[in-house]
């Protein structure tokens, strides 16, 4: 944290001191919360934590101005962020988000008062006809919905590849990520751990009016069927997308280019891809079509 100049130092020090004390108050207010949150888990007991919540951060930015500090800076929002949800008990995966990506930083602050809640019966404004709609996993409007025992934002990456091409392809705006998702979950279509199984790929299209095959396409293959409208599906391995395993869409190919909707990541959605780049971590891939096409 940068400190703004001050002429008198006596005063200056007063400020700093003001700005711990209020620290400190927003300290014990957290506690509290965390407290009350292990009491019980009705309704009314959220509604007072949300509240909390709030005038906690009230205090926090009040004990910033006074005490003469800059404007908080991205990076010091995250880690606030992070104090908030590590005391009030948020999920890792969830924590875990502003590690992966700190764009998930307004979906992790707003988690406490929004988990559960589901937003969206269709994809609005991301739809657009003729094309595979880039939809993000941790968008409020079904990031927070159920997936497994997970929410869809953490571990859903597959219901929101499928959302994609399934909405896409039918010219169908109302199918969400969230709506899939209900789908993997109620057909035991994601594991234990709350990963997704292949075979969701394999089959779960069908219930859109999907066609679907599998296997490892080569550039020219991959490049002739993405110019034929056929978005592919692709699990990938550690690499550019991922740590540990996520699924993103290959939506068009051109000029040696591929472009990929990252369900997790708007930046890698944003560029293009030569497929020597990423072959390597390519596990598996399935390709779509509308059935009977």
């Known amino acids: 944290m940068t400190l703004t100049g001050q002429k008198n130092p006596s005063k200056r020090k007063q400020q700093v001191r003001r700005y711990w004390a209020m620290i400190g108050l927003a300290l014990v207010l957290c506690i509290g919360i965390l407290g009350y949150h292990f009491l019980g888990g009705n309704q009314e007991k959220e509604a007072v934590a949300i509240t909390q919540t709030k005038q906690q951060k009230e205090l926090w930015d009040q004990a910033r101005q006074e005490a003469g500090l800059s404007v908080e800076t991205p990076e010091e929002h995250l880690e606030q962020v992070r104090i908030q949800?590590?005391?009030?008990?948020?999920?890792?995966?969830?924590?875990?988000?502003?590690?992966?990506?700190?764009?998930?930083?307004?979906?992790?602050?707003?988690?406490?008062?929004?988990?559960?809640?589901?937003?969206a019966e269709d994809i609005g404004d991301d739809y657009v006809e003729g094309q595979i709609p880039l939809l993000i996993q941790w968008d409020e409007r079904w990031g927070?919905?159920?997936?497994?025992?997970?929410?869809?934002?953490?571990?859903?990456c597959g219901p929101t590849c499928m959302a994609m091409v399934a909405a896409g392809l039918n010219h169908d705006p109302t199918i969400t990520p969230a709506k899939v998702a209900a789908y993997g979950t109620e057909n035991s279509y994601v594991d234990e751990e709350n990963n997704t199984y292949w075979a969701f790929m394999q089959e779960a299209g069908a219930n859109w009016g999907l066609s679907c095959y599998s296997g490892f396409l080569t550039e020219q293959q991959l490049a002739a069927e993405l110019s034929a409208g056929h978005p592919v599906i692709c699990s990938m391995g550690p690499g550019y997308f991922t740590q540990n395993g996520h699924f993103i869409v290959m939506t068009g190919y051109e000029n040696g280019q591929i472009r990929i909707n990252d369900p997790f990541s708007e930046e890698n959605s944003a560029r293009t891809w030569s497929y020597a780049e990423i072959q390597g971590q390519i596990k598996a891939m399935w390709v779509y079509s509308l059935a009977g096409q």
């Open 85 to 119: 949800a590590t005391v009030q008990g948020y999920p890792k995966g969830v924590i875990e988000l502003l590690d992966k990506n700190p764009a998930t930083v307004d979906y992790v602050e707003a988690y406490g008062e929004k988990q559960g809640q589901i937003y």
């Open 144 to 156: 927070y919905a159920p997936y497994g025992t997970s929410v869809v934002a953490v571990s859903g």
